[in-house]
């Protein structure tokens, strides 16, 4: 029971990193119906962003953070206009391409940049775990869980509240009816992809504080999204959130329960496995739009 | 003899099978003839061992592109998961060869094959699905099929492979890279032989027809699930005899080499060399193929200047890899196919361009 109490919590947490980067994908596939392959690169590029201007600047850690987030909020821009606008009409497949065009890209400046080796973020939590009734948690993903859910709501605010945040969601719902209200549809993609890729940095920091910081493991849980997305539904914000705790305590299960029993490596396959079965059963996932076609 | 004729000065088509012949006019048939004699007669008996390895390499891609190009040129089916097709293809030759000891010539097409059936199981959400989600159930299954590469002990021997034993064909024994060099080259032409009459094909232009518009083709009755299956199962069985060349050509079957990146790499051979037209494949496997080559040759001849690009080879890699596909998808979103066809256009009427 205790390992069962365990794997679920630290599940949750990594599922929220899932869910913010998530988050992320689905405001980017909402507004612009594109699906970018480049999230974990983003992901990748903020923890070592934070990390960097730590390093150079000699700021506090948590100002470097701050940094890093608004440099890829910039980033996130410059991409939406550079690469996405040129793609507008493009077929499926080409818009696909362009964002695994850029992944690749990032990749190969981040690992020109910092190397494949392993780094890690100054320590600003106490080390030492707390003990919960059973559980034993480390204030670490405590504070990655606090950080996470504050986003959330910090988003969820923003989408509810602000003018940016209502016309977002005009845009992904009816482009040309939000076009007639005088909502500047470019403008809004932009943002989307902006928002998207600080949303991203934030869970690089969050997993960079976590697990450390390396190239390959963070740009990962940018193809973990994708049964996160799937599950959730592809245009769904609360199922972005719901599908990344889900997986995440899915993998983490599957990691405890079933590695003894079929020797390792269940955790990386079995938010697949269970991509294709939702994509059998209910391909438009919880929480997504159910689309009919009609002839 | 049959007079040559080298120009068509206008539509004198009477017949469909005229419409339908490969070749419009002499000039390609004598330039394809003269290729076929440079390619197998003098190439290898020039080239030295590297060049005739990029060759051999490239022939591979080439064969794999082409599988890829079917599925998702002319069937419109986007798909995530040829590089661990190919791996499919690549073990079980390896198990049909050092575990059956079924010779070579029968060993390439039943991994082709053994290749399709895994390529249709994974076909099968396409009854459902497309676009998008389509290219996202390929890529679950890749990573399973990566999984099953790495964890299946009992087929696949986990981490350590498999050792491919030499081929043989009849008496003679291939090793070394020219014997592969005819006989890869031999494939191509095989199979792009395959690919262009299948285009003629009821079957090929139902894939056509699903691509640019599925409803309409299922309204004029094609069926729908049954054609994208079998666009899965053909792709899947080129991608597949790739794979098997591969492990006999390497000797050695490893599960790192079939990645999410190797199925990346056919994607972007697709877009660089354009989908949906027969010779995209060679183009883009060849610029694909070449781009990590050059890099190096470069670093090695800039060494003395930059001692360090040696080791950011993989990184720089990456880096001139996406922004050749950027690059493509912005400006030449057709590919290298239809600036061919551009240029070729232009000669034709050269210099009356009116």
């Known amino acids: 029971m205790t390992i069962f ?101 990032l990749r190969g400046g981040i690992l020109l940049a910092w190397g494949a080796g392993n780094f890690g973020f100054p320590q600003l939590l106490p080390e030492a775990p707390l003990t919960l009734g059973p559980l034993v948690v480390s204030p670490v993903h405590l504070g990655a869980l606090g950080l ?3 986003f959330l709501g910090v988003f969820a605010a923003f989408f509810k509240a602000t003018t940016l945040g209502v016309a977002m969601r005009a845009v992904a719902d009816d482009q040309q009816a939000a076009q007639a209200l005088g ?57 972005a959130v719901v599908g990344g705790v889900a997986i995440g305590v899915l993998e983490n299960m599957a990691g405890g329960y079933l590695d003894p029993l079929v020797g390792g490596g269940t955790k990386e396959v079995a938010p697949f496995v269970a991509l294709v079965l939702v994509l059998m059963l209910r391909p438009y996932g919880l929480f997504g739009t159910v689309e009919i076609e009609r002839v | 003899m049959r007079r040559l004729t080298f120009s068509d000065c206008g539509d004198y088509k ?71 097709f190919m791996g499919v293809g690549a073990y079980a030759a390896a198990v049909l060869a050092a575990r059956v000891h079924l010779p070579f010539w029968t060993a390439v097409p039943l991994a082709g094959l053994a290749t399709a059936g895994v390529g249709a ?46 081929a043989r064909l009849g008496v003679w024994s291939l090793r070394g890279e020219r014997p592969f060099f005819w006989l890869i080259g031999a494939s191509v032409v095989l199979i792009t032989w395959l690919h262009l009459n299948l285009l003629r094909t009821r079957m090929g232009r139902a894939f056509v027809a699903i691509r640019d518009n599925d409803r309409a083709a299922a309204s004029i009755g094609i069926h729908l699930f049954g054609y994208k299956l079998l666009a899965f199962f053909l792709s899947a069985f080129m991608v597949g005899v790739a794979g098997a060349l591969y492990a006999y050509y390497t000797g050695v079957v490893v599960p790192g080499k079939f990645t999410l990146d190797l199925s990346i790499d056919y994607l972007a051979m697709g877009i660089v060399g354009g989908l949906g037209t027969v010779l995209g494949p060679f183009y883009g496997a060849a610029v694909i193929t070449v781009i990590p080559e050059a890099l190096r040759a470069l670093s090695q ?44 256009a232009y000669f034709r009427l050269w210099p009356y361009t009116y």
């Not at chain 1, 899932?18 to 923890?47: D, E, H, P, T």
């Not at chain 2, 080239?47 to 051999?56: D, E, I, Q, R």
């Not at chain 2, 099968?124 to 390929?138: E, N, V």
């Not at chain 2, 099929?145 to 790495?150: K, M, R, T, V």
């Open chain 1, 5 to 105: 109490l365990q794997l679920l919590t630290s599940g949750i947490v990594v599922g929220m990193v899932y869910a913010l980067a998530a988050l992320g994908f689905v405001l980017i596939y909402k507004a612009s119906r594109v699906i970018n392959m480049a999230q974990g690169y983003f992901l990748a590029l903020g923890a070592f962003g934070a990390l960097a201007i730590a390093q150079a600047t000699h700021l506090p850690f948590v100002l470097a953070v701050v940094a890093s987030l608004l440099g890829s909020l910039v980033l996130g821009g410059i991409v939406e206009r550079l690469l996405l606008r040129p793609m507008i009409g493009e077929p499926v497949i080409g818009v696909i391409m362009v964002t695994i065009g850029l992944a690749a890209v």
């Open chain 1, 148 to 150: 996470s859910l504050a």
């Open chain 1, 183 to 239: 909502v500047s549809v470019p403008r809004i993609l932009a943002a989307s992809w902006a928002i998207a890729a600080m949303v991203a940095a934030v869970a690089g920091v969050v997993v960079g504080s976590l697990n450390g910081l390396n190239a390959d493991a963070l740009s990962f849980i940018g193809l973990k999204v994708f049964p996160a997305v799937i599950l959730g539904g592809l245009d769904s914000v609360p199922g």
């Open chain 2, 14 to 84: 009477t017949r469909y099978a005229q419409d339908a012949a490969l070749f419009a006019n002499d000039v390609g048939r004598l330039a394809l003839g003269v290729l076929l004699i440079v390619w197998f007669l003098i190439v290898p008996a020039v080239a030295g061992p590297y060049l005739l390895t990029v060759a051999n390499l490239t022939g591979i891609a080439v064969i794999g592109a082409t599988g890829l190009n079917l599925l998702t040129g002319y069937t419109g089916q986007i798909t995530m998961g040829h590089g661990a």
């Open chain 2, 121 to 166: 199981f994974f076909g099968i959400p396409s009854l459902r699905l497309k676009g998008l989600y389509l290219a996202i159930a390929t890529l679950a299954a890749q990573f399973i099929l990566e999984y099953a590469f790495l964890h299946w002990d009992w087929l696949t021997r986990g981490t350590s492979g498999y050792l491919v034993p030499p």
């Open chain 2, 301 to 344: 001849a800039l060494s003395a200047v930059f001692p360090d690009l040696a080791a950011a080879l993989n990184a720089l890699r990456d880096v001139v890899f996406g922004a050749v596909i950027v690059a493509f998808l912005i400006f030449q979103p057709e590919g290298l196919a239809d600036r061919w066809r551009v240029v070729r």
